[in-house]
């Protein structure tokens, strides 16, 4: 009899288990994901070869159960954050990721930009404007800016890419107002929004909208990239040093495994990007010798300071560098780095 009702026991909490993993709460959990070599997926024509390599980092993101949540909050380097941190009001798991893809094509092409430029090779670009792709609630262009708005002009400055927009957002602070015009339906109209800091992170103060470069891009020689199911734009700067090394003769890795993340705009500039502390430990799994890490200006709290104390955490052996352009990422490996 005690063995029976022991099996029955096992059997409900296993019923009890499986049915919990329908149970969706409203969070998110994000822990290290992979390091994703790019040769094999960035092919320049007739590109040089590397015998190192670069590799973009993963955060793994999925949605939240009562089992996961449990089991995030005994892990290290699991965070557990609000649903509302990744997908606006109302949007599909379908149309977040929809999104996301698209900020990874939009870096693509800020990626090939920097890189063809710094290599002194041909390229060309049409910039079609500047777009609202989504609207935080609760921020100053909600109710005013709508996904699919064209963004004219600020403070009557024009922009030619998204990055350069939010550069110029990130000069003002928390309760500073700008003129935002924006054209809607062939029709312009103009507003006065006061900025505001970001729930998630109140560092940082804007707008609330995320925004998207329309252009067309032409490069001589043809690049091919096949990045799929990889979405958002923290991706940029290891793909524009992917791209410049084959672009280039002297090859930039040296035979060393480089891992690192950040955004780039098409001047080769670094932004800072989320989860910092779960691609360092994924990059050290991975192997990697030198992590490139977003220093946003040597801010206090930069990506740069967080990276640095994960590495210490971990007790990694990796060689965290401080980079807020492609440039100081090239010259570091130039000027400072042996062939393996």
Known sequence: MQKIRLIRIALLVIILGAALTFVKLPYYITEPGEATELNPLIKVEDGYPEKGSFSLMTVKVGPANPITYLWAKMRPYHEILPEDNFKQKGESDQEYMKRQLQMMRDSQENAMIAAYKRAGK??????????AMAVVDGMPAKGKI???????KVDGKTFQSAERLVRYIETKKAGDSVEVVIKR???EMSFGLKLKTFKEDPDRAGLGVSL?????????PDVNMDIENIGGPSAGLMMSMEIYNQLTKEDET????????GTID???????????????VAADRAGADIFFAPNEGGRKGSNYEEAVKTAKDIKSAMKIVPVDTMDDAIHYLEKKVKSA
């Open 212 to 220: 998207i470069t329309d252009r067309n891009v032409k490069v001589k």
């Open 266 to 280: 098409d001047e080769g500039k670094v932004g800072p990007i989320g989860g910092i502390s779960q691609k360092i």
């Open 122 to 131: 041909k390229v060309s670009y049409t910039s079609n404007g500047v777009y």
């Open 185 to 187: 339906d062939k029709k």
């Open 254 to 261: 040296k035979g060393h495994h480089i891992a690192g993340t």
């Open 146 to 152: 709508e996904v699919g708005d064209q963004i004219k």
